[in-house]
């Protein structure tokens, strides 16, 4: 059992008052808390170690490459990669995607097919249609039902020889549905198609192995799990990565360079242009370590009881309607209350200190599917608590009353 009140004096925010009121932060789908652990490194890169990376003879920069490249190692461990090199730093999940996109063009042809599910994040929708569009590729959707789960006999439908690349993320952020990704890229695979799984909700909460999903590449942000904002990872599968052309060009990336002829670096650095964040880099290895430390077995245990309660707690309240009711789910609740619009619910509970997100969650297809404008959305963490979740409660059906 966690001891969630020394957990949370980990995170100095969580003292905070929002609005006179304690905090109650239920938006960790956007992002998550930060521990004074991940505060201190960043302060502490910056005071004794500060210098760029990869370049450098001098001692700073070797301590610092040291650093990053550490980091870089543990993150490799954390998600079980075959090789360190198949780790590449980015600034987020957006930039991972549109690293995989970018490199795709050169790849499809017309006639090709790319496979996006209904349950994904814009992130993980408009590169691939920006790629569909430029190459002459055809995107394919896999359909979902009121559960809000993907219809898998659809999926299967769909895959053919003409699939190039099929793309669903591990955890829907809208509704926190689990997908059966092992299933799916086992099936991709059969067709000889590439499989990218957005993991950007699914890294706060578990630990991916992606040699035995055997994914293609898994995307993920840091800023979600406890790491700085504009950090985030992209596994690629080392063939992969070296048949992709470069994402950006620049500094760090080549090996020779001549007006004539410019070759390309080794992974991971063909894909790493420019000096990068740093200290985010070396800081996100923090962050998993932090979370590795309270265990994620710990974490899923916790989370469970949370939604659990608020998904019993909610229900009592007349009128209120869950989305997303499929079985496998992570700590998110997406919900609304009849004819009363998200955004007036979110507005009067901020007011009592309680932080929710309202609106399409940057998944309006999603939206459209049960013909909502949008919904209120809570996500746990480990450190929120069941007293947490009854004060959210208590102040909702005291939004309702003065709405309706
Ligand atoms: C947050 C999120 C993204 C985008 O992540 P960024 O950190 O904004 O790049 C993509 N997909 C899902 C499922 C998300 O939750």
């Known amino acids: 059992m966690l001891d969630i009140q020394k957990i949370r004096a980990d995170f100095p925010i969580l003292s905070e008052k929002v609005n006179g009121k304690p905090l109650v932060y239920f938006d960790n789908g956007a992002t998550s808390q930060k521990p004074q652990v991940v505060i201190d490194a960043i302060a502490k890169y910056y005071q004794e170690i500060n210098a760029n990376i990869h370049r450098g003879v001098h001692t700073l920069s070797q301590l610092a490459t040291d650093a990053y490249e550490i980091s870089r190692v543990k993150i490799q461990h954390h998600i079980n990669a075959k090789f360190s090199h198949e780790v590449l730093f980015t600034s987020g999940t957006t930039h991972g ?64 020889e003409k699939t190039k690349v099929v793309t669903v993320n591990h955890i829907s952020n809208a509704l926190g549905i689990i997908n059966p990704i092992k299933y799916m890229i086992e099936k991709a695979h059969a067709v000889g198609a590439a499989v990218l799984i957005d993991g950007a909700q699914a890294v706060p909460h578990l630990k ?23 950090t985030g990872i992209l596994y690629g599968k080392e063939e992969w990565l070296n048949k992709l052309p470069p994402y950006q060009g620049g500094g760090e990336m ?18 790493e242009a420019g000096t990068p964040n740093i200290a985010g880099g070396i800081v996100l290895g923090t962050a998993v370590d932090y979370l590795n430390h309270i265990g994620f077995h710990n ?15 909610l229900l009592e309240i007349e009128g209120l309607k869950i989305y997303g009711t499929g079985k496998n789910k992570a700590s998110v609740i997406s919900f609304n209350i009849d004819g009363i619009h998200p955004y007036d619910i979110g507005s009067i509970i901020d007011k009592l200190g309680i932080a929710v997100r309202t609106g399409h969650h940057c998944a309006q297809p999603i939206m459209n599917f049960f013909c909502i404008p949008g919904t ?23 939004a309702k009353a003065m709405l309706s």
């Open 97 to 160: 995607i549109n690293l995989v996109t970018n490199g795709f063009a050169s790849i499809l042809k017309p006639g090709d097919e790319v496979i996006v599910s209904s349950l994904e994040h814009h992130s993980n929708i408009v590169p691939w249609q920006m790629l569909c569009e430029k190459t002459g590729a055809t995107l394919k959707v896999i359909p979902m039902n009121e559960e809000g789960e993907l219809i898998i006999e659809a999926y299967d439908a769909l895959l053919s």
């Open 208 to 230: 991916p192995d992606v040699q035995d999903l055997d994914c293609d590449f898994y995307a993920f942000s840091g800023h979600k799990m406890c790491g700085p904002t504009g």
């Open 376 to 398: 209120i959305r809570a996500s746990f963490s480990f450190y929120n608590t069941k007293e947490e979740i009854d004060i959210m409660v208590e102040a909702i059906k005291k």
């Open 254 to 271: 080549i090996k020779e360079v001549t007006f004539e002829k410019t070759t390309y670096a080794d992974l991971p650095h063909k894909f």
């Open 299 to 313: 974490i899923h245990q916790h989370e469970t009881h949370l939604l659990q309660h608020a998904t019993k707690r």
